[in-house]
């Protein structure tokens, strides 16, 4: 059978939290995060088929995603034993922003007899990404200093269910077309949508350690400054991405396919540091 190891420690301190003086501190916290997540893709549509012997077609795009700060809004009830010693369960809410940037796409075609390849090079621009808001709950030991003003540490398990992920992004599809005559190379391009499915299996617990400072304003309310940093297991996602814009002609949509099969996986990891004040009340 196997054991929540939170909520056995938390039945543990049981007895102890009956036969011991302590108080009971609420406090809300408002402040901003900041992600370590950064990640670049490079991918190839596949080879292009025309049927024409000694053409060689080469081919390749990236776009890159980069993680930024968002709004963070926790709260937390903390149990001291003693004034000093305290169990916290805690829900912070973090957005986390996935910024996007485009990068050039390039193709060259080289034919047969021909000294120069016809070459064509497209800026694929910026996309959006969206990230559902980051929920981790918490159960942490909390140790504080006596007095008005207080130092405090705290640190624990975390949980952190499961994220929606969504990109929306221009990317290059391949070659085309060819004019010979005006040395023209086409190349075709699409919009995609692509939903990040998380793989299954993978752990959803971590940690968390943070600390700040409490400065009373009387004898139950106290300002709070906090910092604190979450770490989290790497996650899987795969894509399953659809063209959301027009109707793509036969050889675009093999070129479609094909680059959604050698689209990479997304490796992100959820781990950030958040900087947050707040208001704390003793009862």
Known sequence: MRLNLPVVALVALLPTAASAEGNLEVTGYLGTSFPFYSQSFTYSPGPVNL????????QEGVFKMDGSGGLVLSGGVAYYFGGVIGIEGR????????????????????LPGLPQPFTASL????????????????????????????LFVSGGVSRLPALEFTVNQNIGLGATALNVITSKLDVGTVRLKGALVPQEGESRWGANAGG????????????????????????TYDWSAVPTDRFLAGLEQRLLDATKQRLPAVKFKPQFFQATGGVSISF
């Open 123 to 150: 800026d694929l621009g910026t996309g959006t990404a969206d990230l559902s808001t980051l929920k981790p709950w918490s159960l942490n030991l909390k140790l504080r200093t006596p007095g008005p003003v207080r």
């Open 51 to 58: 049927s024409i012997p000694g053409i060689t077609i080469t």
């Open 91 to 110: 829900l912070d809410t973090v957005k986390l922003n996935v910024d996007t940037t485009g990068a050039k796409y390039d193709v060259k075609l080289t």
């Open 212 to 235: 700040g400072l409490q400065l009373g304003l009387g004898p139950r309310v106290a300002l709070v400054a906090e910092a604190r940093f979450f770490y989290f297991g790497e996650r």
